[in-house]
């Protein structure tokens, strides 16, 4: 028959351990020495139970950034225990560690409000779940990276230039950013043309078309690719957009199957739009902004360079002082 004492009932409490240590450390030194192993055996604790409860926290939460973050909560709590049984060994109570209210509140005013701040929106950044890590992400200043890491006070961003970004919580809820990984990772790209008035419309849409399909990130067709309410084109299609003054605008929309390398599908969509003009020599043309002026020959313009009370003139009817180069002003 076993003594029925469980292992848990065997181990002492942590309030029993420290006045044992206590009793056992006498002296000054030794007193630190203790407490530095209580330190060191809470770090240690803290790291075994993290990696304990790895897996069945991974498994609770589908969210990794929810389930680092349940983790470090942990190990923190392991590690404040360990140094409130280091601080009882050394004689501390709760009255000397604390400050008063009005310290402490001056304290918590000016120097942790932000860090507060960073904490609070941390929380909403992950029960909102705009992004997680893995996704793409675009910045509102325009700079794109994966989110590396999200944690109670910052966001961690492996930009596309291989450099990390650490922006502070209370600092990324307040920017739009732009989650490219949410959900669908296809993302739809635009190449706008202008062409002349003169041109074969019908040619220079279905080069455009041919050109996003030759390529291989380009979805070249399928069934409707809904979003929201909306239901649009998976193929490229180019549109007849703008009558524009220099010429008619068509814009090509077309679907990229990720959106890692954006530029990269543009730049070979435009390099096979380019190789096909030259190859057909279709009756295409570019437009480019041009103005044609008109003069009356029975009243032609004579355009003279003179300046007149500081500025340019550029019609005959110049001063018959400016027109002999003497200046009026010179009396």
């Not at 029975?298 to 400016?322: C, F, N, Y």
Request: glycine fraction near 8%.
């Amino acid at each position: 028959m076993g003594s029925g004492v469980t292992p848990a009932q065997a181990l002492p409490a942590p309030g029993e351990a420290a006045t044992y240590l206590r009793s056992l450390a006498g002296t000054t030194p030794a007193k630190l020495a203790a407490a530095a192993v209580v330190l060191a055996v809470g770090v240690a604790a803290s790291k075994y139970v993290v990696r304990l409860l790895g897996r069945p926290v991974a498994r609770r939460f589908e969210r990794e950034s929810v389930a680092q973050t349940v983790l470090r909560t942990v190990r923190t709590a392991v590690v404040a225990l360990a140094v409130a049984v280091a601080a009882s060994i050394l004689g501390f109570g709760a009255g000397d560690v604390l400050l008063s209210v009005t310290v402490f509140s001056a304290v918590l005013g000016i120097v942790l409000a932000p860090i507060v701040g960073n904490i609070v929106s941390g929380v909403f950044v992950l029960a909102d779940q705009p992004y997680e890590i893995g996704d793409m992400v675009e910045m509102e200043d325009g700079t794109r990276g994966f989110v590396d890491d999200i944690t109670i006070r910052y966001t961690k961003v492996l930009t596309l230039d291989n450099t990390f970004r650490v922006v502070p919580n209370g600092t990324i809820r307040e920017q739009k950013v732009t989650n490219y990984s949410a959900e669908d990772q296809r993302t739809r790209l635009r190449l706008s043309v202008l062409v002349t008035y003169e041109c074969d419309l019908d040619a220079a849409r279905r080069l455009l078309e041919r050109a996003a399909r030759d390529c291989d990130a380009v979805i070249d067709g399928g069934p409707n690719i809904r979003i929201g309410a909306a239901r649009y084109p998976a193929g490229p299609t180019a549109y007849l957009d703008e009558f524009a003054d220099s010429g008619i605008l068509i814009t090509l929309r077309y679907w990229a199957s990720q959106p890692y390398k954006l530029l990269t599908v543009r730049s070979r969509v435009q390099s096979r739009f380019w190789a096909l003009m030259a190859e057909e020599q279709p009756d295409v043309d570019f437009a480019y902004p041009h103005q044609q002026l008109l003069v009356d020959e029975d009243d032609p313009l004579r355009v003279q360079a003179g300046t007149v009370d500081g500025a340019t003139s550029l019609d005959g009817d110049l001063p018959a002082d400016a027109e002999r180069g003497h200046d009026p002003d010179a009396g």
